[in-house]
């Protein structure tokens, strides 16, 4: 971004827990190595729904570009569009 914060996409809602880091005063190593922890976690893990569905595997509990932070929730679940 501009003021050199570091997210992982410009497609994914902008709030404190998404910035993993400042171009400015990390080295862009250091950030991707040891950061972008949320992002690299399986989202279904936060949902009881995703864990127990038998499509888990392809989706993970959607994306964070889909996931609604403040519910912890995927804002659609593609069991019932894709499957």
């Known amino acids: 971004m501009a ?3 570091i997210g992982a996409c410009l497609g994914i809602e902008r709030r404190l827990e998404t910035i993993q ?3 400015r005063h990390e080295r862009l190593r ?4 040891h950061r972008f922890e949320l ?4 989202l279904s893990d936060s949902r009881t729904e ?3 569905c038998e499509h888990v595997r392809f989706c993970r509990g959607d994306a ?4 609604d ?5 995927p804002t659609v679940c593609l069991k019932g ?3």
């Open 3 to 5: 003021n050199g914060d």
């Open 21 to 23: 880091g400042n171009i």
């Open 30 to 33: 250091a950030v991707w190595e």
């Open 39 to 42: 992002f690299r976690r399986d």
């Open 50 to 52: 995703c864990r127990a």
């Open 64 to 67: 964070h570009h889909g996931w």
């Open 69 to 73: 932070y403040d519910a912890m929730r």
């Open 81 to 83: 569009t894709l499957f």
